[in-house]
C-alpha cells in the first residue's frame, strides 16, 4: 500500500517567466495610469484647459476603476484569466493611441474612461493570478515581484514619458506607450501560463463574517491612504516647478523618485511574508512624516527634493503590502479581493486627484502636502487600531 505525498510547494522560482511577464504588464498598466501626472502643463497646454482641469484625467479614469473593478470581475469571473488579461491589454493600447491623436481635451477624457474600464478588470484578475501561479507560502514574495512592475512604471515609464513628452511633445509619450502596450501583449501570450480558478472552498458562517470584516478594514484603510497619497502626488509635477525646477528638470527628478521607490520595494519583498504590520506602520508613518517636511522646505529645492524622495521610497512598500493583507483576510476569493483593493485604490487616487485640484487652485502647493499628510495620518490610525485586520504575522 502506497501513501500519497502532498504535492510540492510551488515556489517563485518555479513559477519566475509568469511572474516576470505580470511585472511587466504592470509596468504598463501604472505607466498608463499615472502618465499625465508628468506631462499636466503640456497636456493643458495641449488641449486649452488648466493644469487643474488636466489633472481630472487621473480623477476620471480612477473613478471608472473604481466603479467598475468589482461588477466587472465578478461579471468576467467564469473567463478564462489569460485570455483577460490579452484584452485589458489591448485595451491600454487602444487608450493611450486615442490619447495620442486626440483633438480636443473631451476625446483625451473619453480615452481615459475607455483605459480605466481595462484597468479596473486588469489590477482585479493581475493580483489574483500572482497568488495562483505560487504555493500560498510564497504569495508575498509574488506580489511584491509583480508589483515591481508597477513600481518601475513610476521609476522608468513615467519619468521617461515625460522627458519624451518635454522634448518633442506629449502625444508621443502616449503613442509610444500604446505600442509598448501591444508588444506586452504579445509577451503575455508567450510566457504566461494558464491557470484554474476553483471554486471559493466552504466556510461556517462566523468565520465568512469575520473575514468579510476584516477585507472591509483594509480596503477601508486603502481608499484613505491612495487619497492622501495621490492629493499630492497627481500634482507633484506642480511641486517640483513651485520649488524651482524647470519643466525638463521635472522628468529626471522623478525618475529618481521612482528609483528610490525600489527601497520601500526591497523592504516589502524582505519582510512582508514575516513581519507585515510592522512594514505597514513604518511604511506610512514615514509618507506623512516626509509630506509634513516637503511643506516645511518649500520652496526649498533641496529640501522639497529630499523629503520627496523619502516620502516616494515609502510609498513603494504600500501596493503590495496592502494586496496581500486583503488576500490574507480570507474576505473573499482572490479575484473579488483583488477587485476590492483595485477599486478602493483607485477611488482614493480618484477622490485625491480631486481634492488635490481644489487646493492647487486655492490655498496652493504648502497646504496640497499638509492636507495628504494629515490624510495619510487617519489610515496609519485606522492600522494602529485594527490589530486582526493587520496582525504582526502573515499567518496571523
Keep these: 500500500m502506497t501513501s500519497s505525498s502532498p504535492a510540492p510547494a510551488r ?4 513559477a519566475a517567466a509568469g511572474i516576470a511577464v505580470l511585472g511587466v504588464a504592470n509596468f504598463v498598466a501604472i505607466t498608463t495610469e499615472v502618465l499625465p501626472v508628468g ?8 488641449v486649452g484647459v488648466s493644469e487643474s482641469t488636466a489633472g481630472l484625467l487621473v480623477t476620471v479614469y480612477a473613478f471608472v476603476v473604481a466603479a467598475c473593478a468589482v461588477p466587472l470581475t465578478i461579471a468576467t469571473r467564469s473567463l478564462a484569466r489569460k485570455p483577460l488579461v490579452l484584452a485589458t491589454l489591448a485595451t491600454y493600447a487602444a487608450s493611450n493611441l486615442l490619447v495620442a491623436v486626440a483633438p480636443s481635451y473631451a476625446v483625451v477624457a473619453g480615452a481615459r474612461v475607455l483605459g480605466g474600464l481595462g484597468h479596473a478588470v486588469f ?7 500572482a497568488a495562483r501561479l505560487v504555493s500560498p507560502l510564497y504569495t508575498g514574495r509574488a506580489l511584491t515581484l509583480v508589483t515591481a512592475g508597477g513600481t518601475l512604471g513610476f521609476v522608468l515609464g513615467v519619468p521617461l514619458s515625460t522627458s519624451l513628452g518635454a522634448a518633442v511633445g506629449w502625444r508621443w509619450s502616449f503613442g509610444v506607450l500604446a505600442a509598448v502596450c501591444a508588444v506586452t501583449a504579445l509577451l503575455v501570450a508567450r510566457l504566461l501560463p494558464s491557470v484554474a480558478v476553483e471554486p471559493a472552498a466552504p466556510r461556517d458562517a462566523a468565520a465568512a463574517r469575520r473575514g468579510r470584516a476584516r477585507l472591509g478594514l483594509v480596503v477601508g484603510t486603502n481608499t484613505v491612504l491612495f487619497g492622501g497619497q495621490y492629493t499630492v502626488y497627481t500634482y507633484i509635477s506642480v511641486l517640483l516647478l513651485a520649488a524651482g525646477l524647470s519643466e525638463p528638470a521635472v522628468g529626471p527628478a522623478l525618475l529618481v523618485f521612482g528609483a528610490l521607490g525600489l527601497v520601500g520595494l526591497w523592504g516589502a519583498a524582505r519582510y512582508l511574508d514575516r513581519s507585515p504590520r510592522a512594514l505597514t506602520i513604518v511604511a506610512m508613518a514615514a509618507i506623512a512624516v516626509s509630506l509634513v517636511a516637503l511643506a516645511l522646505a518649500l520652496p526649498g529645492t533641496v529640501g522639497v527634493l529630499v523629503a520627496a524622495g523619502v516620502w516616494l521610497a515609502a510609498f513603494g512598500a504600500i501596493p503590495a503590502t496592502f494586496q496581500a493583507a486583503a488576500l490574507r483576510t480570507q474576505g473573499a476569493t482572490a479575484d473579488v479581493a483583488g477587485a476590492f483593493v483595485n477599486a478602493t485604490s483607485n477611488f482614493g487616487i480618484g477622490l485625491g486627484a480631486a481634492v488635490g485640484a481644489a487646493v492647487v487652485a486655492g490655498p496652493g502647493a504648502r497646504a496640497l502636502a ?23 504575522h502573515a499567518s496571523s
Design 39 to 46: 506631462l499636466l502643463p503640456q497636456v493643458a497646454r495641449g
Design 11 to 14: 515556489t517563485v522560482r518555479d
Design 123 to 129: 489590477f482585479s484578475v493581475s493580483i489574483a493570478y
Design 370 to 392: 499638509l492636507t495628504g499628510a494629515a490624510i495619510v495620518a487617519v489610515a496609519l490610525v485606522a492600522v494602529l487600531v485594527a490589530r486582526q485586520a493587520f496582525p504582526r
